[in-house]
């Protein structure tokens, strides 16, 4: 074998293990498996709709806020004070959010804690309606 197919050779095994512990790097780093509360809670997410409205690392509806970090911005207690007595939905004066039991809004609460603990490195962005509201009120 000549000089540079041997360099050649060397160059491709180096770049083919690095890109194999590349991956196994990546594989290791996985989320944790739900714990089996917040697994119910996920099934409640489905069950009631809630994605109809609401998103989750950005998916399901838009027209309601995204959920993916409430359970690290609110209190558990005041995510209890809302499933127990949920408010009428914008812009509805009549339609209210489902009312939770409490091993319901036990399990909704675990999993809105599972989900906020997930790396989405800083995703989703903040929408652009917020962002303009902020720099507006940044520069009065």
Known sequence: MKRTEVGFLVITLATLGGFALLIYYSLVQVT??????????????????CMECHAILSSGGYSAFDLTKIASQLSEKELREF?????????????????LTEREADEMIAYLRYVSEIDTRNWPPPPVVEEMGLKERKNK
């Open 83 to 99: 499933f127990a007595q949920p408010p009428h939905m914008p812009p509805h004066s009549k339609r209210i959010h489902v009312s």
């Open 32 to 49: 944790p498996p739900m714990p089996p509360a917040a697994v119910a809670g996920s099934e409640l997410w489905q069950e009631y709709g």
